[in-house]
């Protein structure tokens, strides 16, 4: 998915299976005098063992970047300026180079922007000829463009850094219902998950083109039902999730089926429910399960690093996690019918 490649931190290869036996419970209670960090506490895994990811900043209204201080949130809260300051429906995010969250909001058909260092919010999107619908996936390409699937419009839009639409990838003929698109290493084509059609569809970077499809309906090899996330490891293979087979599919640059890891379940290695994934600059693979409200790490061998997160309405817990997306330290992640979006980084604990 979104791929803003950048070195992650070598203490992601730390938390190893040690985790696994753990559940996506939350840490201890925060110290009383602890007043700088609400979610201190909130570590996976939990005590006794040695915290490796951290929650740190959840994100629901435009307050919560903004705002200096809790009075001054609280207000800003009450009374709204405009129908995008609070979130709504948000279904996917990715963290930009300059460490800024974006998210798209289908109900509200946006994409917002959150700039925690500048204390400042840009909704991109509402306005002009073309105008989101149903924004979904995200992709940032390496020189800062941002790819968002339309699933409404049938489109890929690219925007800019100012939100200025630069091209629109596909058309009502050859997309039924795109809810991810990614740009390939080279930056000559555009990999676009189409869930209503069950396929891949590749269009040329340059003209706009259709190139060629990948899949159709089924659940054979190289076969989708309802693919709805897509991302590029380093060697530039395309990991797919295949919704409703419970799996994700990975196929090589060329578009040949590759291999595939994962099947239908509530344990741990299993799908419920996966909507997202995005491969780290280590080949990690996340993939987040909307159902079971965790997202799994997987190591280059597909075998399960650890988990994150559980059911709940609080800190660190998820109601219909969803989109996810991982940059240097730091994972955001969306949890949806909680409206909001939950900022974690991976941690050292004082004792390393």
Do not use: C
């Not at 005098?33 to 909130?42: E, F, H, K, L, R």
């Not at 970047?65 to 800003?76: D, E, G, I, N, T």
């Not at 279904?91 to 922007?113: E, Y």
């Not at 969803?322 to 604990?349: E, K, T, W």
């Amino acid at each position: 998915m979104k791929r803003s490649r950048t070195t992650i931190l070598t203490l992601a290869i730390l938390f190893l299976v040690t985790t696994q036996a753990q559940g996506p419970a939350l840490a201890g209670k925060k110290k009383k005098n602890d007043n700088s960090d609400p979610y201190a506490g909130i570590v996976w895994p939990p005590p006794p063992d040695q915290g490796r990811i951290k929650l740190d900043k959840i994100i629901t209204h435009r307050a919560d970047v903004v705002a200096k201080s809790k009075f001054r949130r609280a207000l800003m809260k009450s009374s709204p300026k405009t129908v995008y300051d609070a979130l709504d429906k948000p279904f996917d995010v990715a963290i930009d180079n300059q460490d800024r969250i974006l998210v798209t909001d289908s109900r509200k058909g946006a994409l917002i922007r959150y700039d925690s260092i500048n204390r400042a919010m840009d909704v991109f999107g509402t306005r002009g000829v073309v105008k989101l619908q149903s924004p979904m996936g995200i992709d940032i390409t390496p020189d800062g463009r941002v790819l968002v699937a339309d699933a409404m419009l049938r489109r890929v839009v690219v925007f800019d850094d100012q939100g200025t639409i630069l091209k629109l990838y596909g058309s009502e003929e050859t997309l039924k219902g795109p809810t991810d698109a990614v740009l390939s290493p080279d930056g000559k084509q555009v990999y676009v998950a189409d869930a209503q059609a069950h396929r891949i569809v590749v269009f040329d970077a340059t003209s706009g083109e259709q190139v060629r499809f990948l899949g159709g309906r089924g659940s054979g090899e190289g076969e989708f039902l309802y693919p709805t996330s897509l991302d590029l490891d380093s060697e530039g293979n395309l990991y797919v999730v295949d919704q409703l087979n419970a799996r994700i599919q990975v196929f090589n640059p060329d578009g040949s089926y590759l291999d595939q890891f994962g099947s239908a379940g509530n344990g741990l290695g299993y799908f419920s429910r996966p909507k997202d994934i995005v491969v780290d600059e280590v080949d990690f693979i996340y993939v987040t399960d909307f159902t079971t409200n965790y997202f799994q790490i997987f190591d280059v061998d597909y075998s399960l690093l650890t988990f994150v997160g559980m059911p709940g309405t609080g800190p660190g817990q998820f109601q219909g996690m969803l989109g996810i997306d991982v940059r240097g330290d730091r994972i955001a992640v969306v949890d949806q019918l909680n409206r909001r979006i939950q900022l974690m980084r991976f941690i050292v604990s004082k004792e390393e």
